[in-house]
């Protein structure tokens, strides 16, 4: 089922609403960095920044998809990199598994800041993974007999 172009409109006014956030955001992150010589908070900070940066793209990405040039996937784009993307899946499943190990090794309270930085890690390798592993899954939902 189509979205409808209200629904489409609806979407792209949110995103950008959410995007003048992110901007705000990204003004507290200048007055923290600007005041702050923690490097722990600094580097937090800077996450942030960056993970705000790729925000925009996506959030551009998706407007761009429903104002003006609709997405297309095709089952022979993915069939080059298929092979690829499911060694770096299996790839990104090892490095959860080093971390969650690492993680078993942090319940002493005097590693609450290294414990803290690898739950960072933790959810950005398993958001990774997630990630590549969706491309299958709209594949598959586009294109129910493409084989996998």
């Known amino acids: 089922m189509l979205a409808t172009r209200e629904q489409q409109q609806r979407i792209v006014s949110t995103i950008r609403d959410w995007g003048l956030l992110e901007q705000e ?9 600007a005041k702050c010589s923690n490097p722990l908070v600094f580097l937090v ?42 060694n770096h899946t299996r790839l990104k499943a090892r490095m959860v598994e080093k ?3 690492i993680m078993e090794m942090t319940k002493d309270k005097s590693l609450g800041i290294q414990k803290f930085l690898l739950k960072t890690l933790l959810a950005d390798e398993k958001k990774h993974k997630e990630m590549l592993e969706g ?14």
Not at 25 to 33: A, C, M, N, R, T
């Open 25 to 33: 955001s990204s003004e507290y992150i200048e007055q923290v960095k």
């Open 99 to 101: 971390v969650e190990n």
């Open 135 to 148: 491309i299958e899954k709209v594949m598959q939902g586009l294109y129910p007999y493409w084989p996998h």
């Open 45 to 86: 900070m800077d996450i942030i920044e960056n993970d705000a940066r790729l925000h925009k793209r996506l959030q551009e990405f998706i407007v761009n998809t429903l104002e003006h040039e609709p997405l297309t996937l095709s089952p022979d784009e993915v069939d080059e990199v298929i092979g690829l993307m499911r």
